[in-house]
T-cell receptor
Framework: GDSVTQMEGPVTLSEEAFLTINCTYT??????LFWYVQYPGEGLQLLLK?????DKGSNKGFEATYRKETTSFHLEKGSVQVSDSAVYFC??????????FGAGTRLAVHP | GAVVSQHPSWVICKSGTSVKIECRSL??????MFWYRQFPKQSLMLMAT?????????EQGVEKDKFLINHASLTLSTLTVTSAHPEDSSFYIC????????????FGPGTRLTVT
C-alpha cells in the first residue's frame, strides 16, 4: 500500500545551519505530496505542497522538489531559525483517498 | 481563509463520562471532515472520515460505538468519546477538505483529552 518514510529525529541544529529532512514515498498512482509543520501543542499547518513530478513547493524559506525518479520529497531550508523548531510531517494523497503521513521528524534549533 | 476551529482546546473528564469535541470550518464549506488521533511524539492516526449528511467511515480498529461522529452541516462535525477511559486520553485533531480545492485539507488546532 501507499506509505511515507521520513528520516528519524530528533534533528538538532544551530541557528543559521542548513536543514534537510529526507522523505521518500511509495504509491500506486501519482500522488500529491505535502509537508506539514506542527508547533508544540498545536494542530498541523500546511507548509508546502507539490502536485506533480518536478514541481517545487516553497514557503517561508523551505523548499521541496517532487522527484518521481527517486520517489522523494526532501525538505530543505538554507538557514534555520529557533522559531523553526517543530515537528515536520511528510504526507501524500492520491485521488480522494486519505492523507498518508510519515512518522514525523522533530527539529530543534538552538541559538 | 480556510480556518478550522476546534472546541474545546483541552478537556479533563472522569472515567465513564462522555465528551463531545466540535470541529468547525469558519470561512468555507467542507464536504468532508476527518478525525485524527495523535499519541505523544507519534504521527497522526486517521480515525474516521465524515461526509456531511451521511454516516462516517471508520478506519479498521476504531470502535464506531465508542467514537461517535456526527456531520450535521457543511461547517460542523462533532466527535463524541463515549464512556471515556484513561486509555482514550490523547490529542484529537480534525481537518476539513474544501469542496472546490480537491485534495487539500485544513487542520484544526487540536483538542487534548485527559481522562482521569
Amino acid at each position: 500500500g501507499d506509505s511515507v518514510t521520513q528520516m528519524e529525529g530528533p534533528v538538532t541544529l544551530s541557528e543559521e545551519a542548513f536543514l534537510t529532512i529526507n522523505c521518500t514515498y511509495t504509491a500506486t498512482g501519482y500522488p500529491s505530496l505535502f509537508w506539514y509543520v506542527q508547533y508544540p501543542g498545536e494542530g498541523l499547518q500546511l507548509l508546502l505542497k507539490a502536485t506533480k513530478a518536478d514541481d517545487k513547493g516553497s514557503n517561508k524559506g523551505f523548499e521541496a522538489t517532487y522527484r518521481k525518479e527517486t520517489t522523494s520529497f526532501h525538505l530543505e531550508k538554507g538557514s534555520v531559525q529557533v522559531s523553526d523548531s517543530a515537528v515536520y510531517f511528510c504526507a501524500l494523497i492520491w485521488g480522494y483517498n486519505k492523507l498518508i503521513f510519515g512518522a514525523g521528524t522533530r527539529l530543534a534549533v538552538h541559538p | 481563509g480556510a480556518v478550522v476551529s476546534q472546541h474545546p482546546s483541552w478537556v479533563i473528564c472522569k472515567s465513564g463520562t462522555s465528551v463531545k469535541i466540535e470541529c468547525r470550518s469558519l470561512d468555507f464549506q467542507a464536504t468532508t471532515m476527518f478525525w485524527y488521533r495523535q499519541f505523544p511524539k507519534q504521527s497522526l492516526m486517521l480515525m474516521a472520515t465524515s461526509n456531511e449528511g451521511s454516516k462516517a467511515t471508520y478506519e479498521q480498529g476504531v470502535e464506531k460505538d465508542k467514537f461517535l461522529i456526527n456531520h450535521a452541516s457543511l461547517t460542523l462535525s462533532t466527535l463524541t468519546v463515549t464512556s471515556a477511559h484513561p486509555e482514550d486520553s490523547s490529542f484529537y485533531i480534525c481537518s476539513a477538505r474544501v469542496i472546490r480545492e480537491g485534495h487539500e485539507q485544513y487542520f484544526g488546532p487540536g483538542t487534548r483529552l485527559t481522562v482521569t
